[in-house]
């Protein structure tokens, strides 16, 4: 999946504003579809007794996968475009390979069936300390050096990300849960977003 040079964002009006979002040093990665751009930009208006026409913010929800957290290059590259864009944003993100190294140093040996990560006690506590910790920080650091007013959040803080634990059926994969879509803590987000807090947010 690639994405063009350059976005639109749709204000709900004829006329549209470009954004760069991704530059061209991004295109190979894009090509490997490590990286996820949710466009929510349902545009809602609300017409006031006075006869007031008020449109709602447009909200960017991005995400970036390891990749890009392993590539400095390509991480400060898109950090300046994300930081550029004008409306409302969320950046998710991982942690890349950046664990498993932490981990190698730390004697944990990471296990993975079919692909995918069997999150152990020890697993847990490793890539909640790198990825919500070290990564999210340097993130939220190279943002606001970029005059982006960014909070780094995992999806405990607030609650913002409620889940339950996968039932165990031929495989227990551990710490690994699904997340309560209804019970999303989209309230407290929104007095973030409202304050002018962007939210850089490790899933």
């Known amino acids: 999946m690639a994405f063009p040079d350059k976005f639109t964002i749709n204000n709900g009006n004829e006329n549209s504003v470009p954004v760069n979002l991704l530059s061209k040093e991004l295109q190979a990665v894009n090509a490997q579809q490590d990286m996820d751009l949710t466009n929510n930009l349902s545009v809602e208006e609300a017409q006031f007794n006075d006869g007031t026409i008020k449109t709602k913010p447009a909200l960017f929800v991005i995400k970036i996968g390891g990749n890009v957290i392993d590539d400095q290059g390509a991480l400060q590259i898109f950090l300046k475009d994300f930081a550029a864009i004008p409306e409302n944003k969320i950046l998710i993100h991982g942690g890349g390979k950046l664990a498993t190294k932490i981990g190698a140093k730390l004697g944990i040996e990471p296990n993975y069936v079919n692909g ?60 690994v849960g699904d997340i309560n879509i209804e019970a999303i803590g989209i309230n407290n987000l929104e007095i973030l977003l409202k304050n ?8």
């Open 116 to 175: 995918r990560r069997i999150t152990d006690e020890q697993t847990i506590d490793l890539v909640t300390m790198v990825y919500g910790g070290l990564v999210n920080k340097k993130i939220v650091a190279d943002l606001q050096a970029l005059k982006c007013n960014a909070i780094g959040l995992t999806g405990a803080d607030l609650n913002i990300l409620p889940a339950t634990k996968r039932p165990v059926k031929e495989i227990d994969f551990g710490f």
């Open 196 to 203: 002018n807090c962007n939210g850089s947010l490790n899933t």
